[in-house]
């Protein structure tokens, strides 16, 4: 048997990777964001831990790639993504990569997608701890959300919309009746599953986390004419939820699966302006251009309470 020369076996092979590249689809769209920008809005310094250092929540760059029945977005870091270890994460001994089971730890992302491109038609909200709002410009249809925990995530989320359809049941309302908030309680059920997609379907290499997002959830294949908010924290894979109120003592805010902000440097949170509640906890943001990263995030108001906007970036035409 005669075997190709190899002359023969690299030509064959280029044609081979020819064909394999020719087959894969260009992605939908590329959105960059400049490295070592991961301070929020300039004055974030990272937690005196060794788990997390400079560059480890820095997204350089998001792309969507078309599948057969849906979407991967893929995400890039300036640093190898971490895996998770046998750190111990809470009280009852359960470790690191217990907890962060899809290859991952250190960071949320948030992209909040404006699929009808009609000023003022969607939500504005983004999710709970972020102290944010989408600018109504492009207010968005869905929301896709990568956690190291997303299950938590989702609960975390759905009792915020429950505390919010509450809270407006009891506005319109002299009197509240129990059927009124299983109302509520079923209507945020609804919105987490029509709204909301956390990213269980994960897959890590180096810089890259890639996620799935299917067709049935966002209408189709991610398109380069929606706008996207896209959103970086540190996720933290306790939740820490404030119970202590109920017996009339002063409890311990909320985290929503978040690092928070505090003032000077800890290993408990991001350092940040001195004592200021309204602080966005974002380390990274794709911003439109002619827009700052820095200025966007900075720009808040703690006396009236109003958040920094963010405004989403369309891709393409």
Known sequence: MRHPTPTLALLISCLLLTAALAAAAPPAFVLTDPARDDHGDGTLKYPLVAELREGDLDLVELAAEPAADGTWFVATMRRNIRPPGGR?????????????????????????????????????????????????????????????????????????????????????????????????????????????????????TGRRVKFFVP??????????????????????????????????????????????????????????REDDPLQPPVVDLIVPAGQSQEAVLGDYDVRTGRMAQITGVVPGP
């Open 88 to 204: 111990i994460v809470d009280a009852t001994g359960t470790t690191e990569a217990q907890s962060a089971r899809l290859g991952f730890y250190a960071f949320n992302i948030d992209i909040y997608i404006d699929i009808d491109r009609v000023p003022g038609s969607g939500r504005t909200s983004t999710l709970p701890g972020r102290k944010l709002t989408v600018a109504p410009e492009t207010a968005w249809e869905r929301a896709v959300i990568l956690s190291p925990r997303p299950e938590l995530s989702a609960l975390v989320v759905r009792q915020e919309l429950a505390r919010r359809a509450k809270a407006a049941v009891r506005e319109e309302k002299p009197r509240v009746d129990d059927s009124d908030l299983a109302a509520a309680r079923q209507e945020a059920r609804e919105a987490l599953e029509s709204d909301f997609w956390f990213a269980r379907s994960v897959q890590v």
């Open 215 to 272: 067709n049935s959830f966002l209408g189709g294949p991610a398109r380069a004419d929606w706008a996207y908010a896209v959103v970086v924290t540190g996720a933290s894979l306790e939740s820490r939820f404030d119970t202590t109120t109920l017996i009339g003592k002063a409890g311990v805010a909320d985290n929503y699966l978040l690092v928070p902000v505090g003032s000077g440097l800890s290993a408990e949170h991001f350092a940040g």
